[in-house]
């Protein structure tokens, strides 16, 4: 069986962003990157099947540029992913989701995948489109933010958490599953594995070598803005909390104009 | 001269070195920075769920949990050579793991005595049968282990232990007879390192298997810090051991024990580094929060001070300690890998650079103790209680100081060596020491310096400190002879001395290999730290001479060496609240210790 396993390097939730003013570009510079926390549950679901069948082969792939390499040696070669290719291509560094879903598919043509896991959106731009994309383009079946995955003989069942209960999906391979928390706990990369993940083979290819074309984005960010200043707290002097509440309604209805 | 093209030990004091054959922690390469994640992620994932347990219970036994936990994750097994199933890693990664693992508190010190003292005796001194037995399995945690050379009776005396073994008629074993002390690891270890007289006399190595009869493990101490950690005594009662488990040579157990030490103190150092950047990431995010007078207390000047201090002790300490660390992976490279005696001849490799492990040990355990004391302090009440972090680093930090050789062992050992160095003809010291003699008792030059270079200041100070050591050691050495090993004030005077120079040194030298490679604007911060460190080293190191130099010499020749060293300790001063502002400031930013700009 062959599995892909897509991921992103994002900026790492505690990295401060340094945003005085609205800009059209965020100044990266200083940030710390890391693996997007839902693609380590793609990974680590990945592994643990290969763990459990035999003949399972892994490959994780990404776009990005040359410093998405030490990500994926740490975080998917080391833990147990067989090879990884990077698309580095500079037509892609403003590609919005359905650019990208372009360019991944065609990478994920060349080898005929059973599987296609990623996480179900990364933490920096929440978008959460990629995978249903690739779905649609490789006419997979896609099952959405799952929480348990069982394998069958060309089929597979999964679990998704909806609204107030459970949902049991079943579909067949070849698919795309997009992995939410609570899927698996994530193993770190051991320091053994970490040193034989430098031997392991990782290929980096453009979007000619791909043979594909980025398309024109249909989305653009025009502009980066800081959140607004947060204004003085005011507080509410009063005697009893009869009255106190009476103040607040009147200053939430008078002064803020929300009730 | 040695024709050796390679750094000897204590060579640093002779000669200069130039900053690109410096290690610093910028040289970490990918792998390296890699494993720090994951040791990083181990402390996070592993222990700090069970920390209040750990820590505040006391239950020691989580310890063994953990150690089960990190053999798979490939913590243990950084010392280990590769054909028995470690890793065979260098030095520097080697202390980077123990750096960063020391934020696991109590487990730091579980991971040190299996990893470290309890395995590194079969490394270097085990037969290969011994190294097959055992490595394997204490890479992995299955097998775990503990180090007893402290008796009831005899602790930095160590040779004075009373713990006895004896050949039966038959000699497949020997006897064991006695009592160890302060064990770490011994209430769940499998084996043990320790260390007796065999017919009372031939100090030597064993390897017991601690379910033997007659072996009894004593109940936990009680401990004032590091409350987690298993800490007991073992009782030995006529235990049988296996000719076969005799490790190293007959009488030669004092090899084993003073080059484990080494290994133990260099170790100490980097986890000691760590312990000082936890002070810090535990107290300066409080200092932004916390407002009195109706401002943060990070905008105090005296916390500001305090921030600066520490920051600036811990780059020297950090500098120091991964500069050690690349002396030992360049001296242990010239070794030939496929020789069958490298691990001993690695180990000999380590001992030359002993002054330099003891150097390490006291420095940073003292950064570290500073590092604790201030940080607590800017926590005013909270960092007198439990709910805060900062009362367990300080309890917890108190042991640096005691174990693997007391800081005064240390400072005895750090002239001490020297001295043997210079005397075996290894180090020319005298030679040089009778040529600043020379410089200082003659007529000085006035030669009106231009407008200092960058760091250059600092430059110059460094090679005055030396020339205060050399000075200082050779009158002493004159004065004293072999008297000098009694001169207890003398020396401790000296190793401060040194310490404060190899700091110094370091430090200087991390700046200028940073401002070579990116930039004097990206070595800002650390030249701030250069500056503001080496400026009081200096103020220091001057009141050391002065007293070392009463004791030493009188009359006219005193005054004239104290002439001397005013000369070589005079300073402008720098601007000090401008450099505590900028260097606390990036601290204060970053919320943690940062060498950034």
Known sequence: ?????????????????????????????????????????????????????????????????????????????????????????PALD????????????????????????????????????????????????????????????????????????????????????????GLNEPRLPSLPNIMKAGMKPMETVTCADLGVEVPANLVQIKQYSPPPARGECKLIDAEDPAAAARELARLLNEEAKVI | MSDKKYPTGGEFLLSETAPADVFTPEDFNETQRMFATTVDGFVEKYYQPLMEEIEYQGNTKLGKDLLKEAGPMGLLMADIPEPYGGMGS?????????????????????????????????????????????????????????????????????????????????????????????????????????????????????????TSDGVTIGPEEKKMGIKGSSTCPIILEDVKVPVGNLLGEIGKGHHIAFNILNVGRFKLGASTVGGAKLAMVSALPYTKQRKQFGQPLCEFGLIRRKIAQVAATTFAAESMVYRTAGLLDVAIATLDKNDPTYDRKSIGQVEEFGIECSMIKVFASEACALAAEECLQMLGGYGYCQEYPLERIYRDERINRIFEGTNEINRMLVPGMIMKKALKG??????????????MTGLPSFTEPGEPGYLEAEGDTVANMKKVVLAVLGLAAQKFGAGLKEQQGVL???????????????ALLRTLKRAAAEGEEAAAGMADMTRLYVHDALDRVAVLARNVLADTVDGDELRTYQAALRRLSKQDGVPRSKLHDRIAERQITAEEYSVQA
């Open chain 2, 492 to 506: 401790a005077d000296c190793a401060d001395i040194i310490m404060e120079t190899y700091a110094s040194e370091s």
């Open chain 1, 94 to 181: 403003h590609a919005d989701a359905a650019a990208i879903a372009t360019v991944l598919s065609a990478a994920l043509k060349k080898e005929p995948y059973d599987l296609v896991l990623c996480g179900f959106k990364a933490i920096d731009d929440d978008n959460g489109q990629v995978p249903i994309l690739i779905a649609e383009k490789l006419g997979m079946a896609h099952v959405s933010t799952i929480t348990s995955l069982e394998l069958g003989e060309g089929t597979l069942t999964a679990h998704r958490e909806i609204e107030g209960g459970k949902e049991i999906v079943q579909a067949s391979m070849p698919a795309v599953l997009t992995c939410q928390k």
């Open chain 1, 1 to 89: 069986m062959k599995i892909a396993v897509c991921v992103k390097q994002v900026p790492d939730s505690e990295t401060r962003i340094n945003l005085a003013a609205p800009t059209a570009e965020l100044d990266s510079s200083g940030f710390t990157r890391i693996l997007n926390p839902y693609d380590a549950y793609a990974v680590e679901e990945a592994v643990k099947i290969k763990e459990a069948g035999s003949d399972v082969e892994i490959t994780a792939i990404t776009i990005g540029p040359d410093t998405v390499k030490e990500t994926l040696k740490k975080d998917c070669l080391a833990v147990g992913c067989d090879k990884a290719l990077v698309i580095t291509d």
């Open chain 2, 90 to 210: 260098d030095k520097a990664t080697i202390m980077l793991i123990s750096e960063k693992i020391s934020a696991a508190g109590s487990f730091a010190v579980t991971h040190g005595a299996q990893s470290g003292i309890g395995t590194l005796p079969i490394v270097y001194f085990g037969t290969d049968e011994q190294k097959q037995e055992y490595l394997p399995r204490l890479a992995t945690g299955e097998l775990i282990s503990c180090y007893a050379l402290t008796e009831p009776g005899s602790g930095s005396d160590a040779l004075a232990a009373a713990t006895t073994a004896v050949l039966t008629k038959d000699g497949k074993h020997y006897i064991l007879n006695g009592a160890k002390q302060y064990i770490t690891n011994a209430g769940y270890a499998d084996i043990v390192i320790l260390f007796a007289k065999i017919d009372g006399e031939k100090f030597t190595g064993f390897i017991v298997d601690l």
């Open chain 2, 426 to 439: 290894e180090l020319p010291l005298l030679q040089a020491a009778m040529q600043v003699a020379e410089e």
